[in-house]
């Protein structure tokens, strides 16, 4: 992977769908077998592009525009989202987009980001703490679906951020 391919930019609108789908499937991938079985029939390819679209504007990716292996999304001083595709997982996009992440978090004057990880998604976890994250404990997470919102018990990561 070259250093070009670390660069994080701002996402576009033409790039929804792509950034949906790669939504979808590493949700699938880390929450299919953690997660009742109801939210993940919720959880359709429909849902994460209206999510997508609605949260584009705090959307970073990496990689071309139209082809990104990676995005994190943020919402108020919530690391909202961070996803990276199967092939590029291990490879260093994760800490591009966590790093990018924090600095933006930082710049909005957020003193302690939080983001939620699924009680079980033991992987994420592993990467949220060796990057600084602390598990302040579980909370009840209202998650937004098509139907409504779906609670689900989630643990809680806070990080304190630098002042910029």
Known sequence: MTGESFRVRPADETEIDHLAKLWF?????????IVPAELTRRRTLASFRDRMSA????VRAIGAPG?????A??????LYQLYV????RGRGAAVALIDDAE????ERGVAVAWLACAIGNDRAARFYEKRGW?????IVNQLETTNGT????VWRYEKELART
Do not use: N, Q, V
């Not at 082809?67 to 995005?71: D, K, L, S, Y």
């Open 67 to 71: 082809a990104a292996t990676g995005f």
């Open 55 to 58: 949260g584009i504007a705090d």
């Open 134 to 138: 602390r598990r302040a404990g579980t």
């Open 103 to 106: 600095a933006r978090l930082s």
């Open 25 to 33: 499937d590493g949700w699938r991938d880390a929450h299919e077998l």
């Open 150 to 153: 779906f609670p689900l018990e």
């Open 73 to 78: 999304m943020l919402k108020g001083d919530e």
């Open 85 to 88: 595709s199967a092939a590029w």
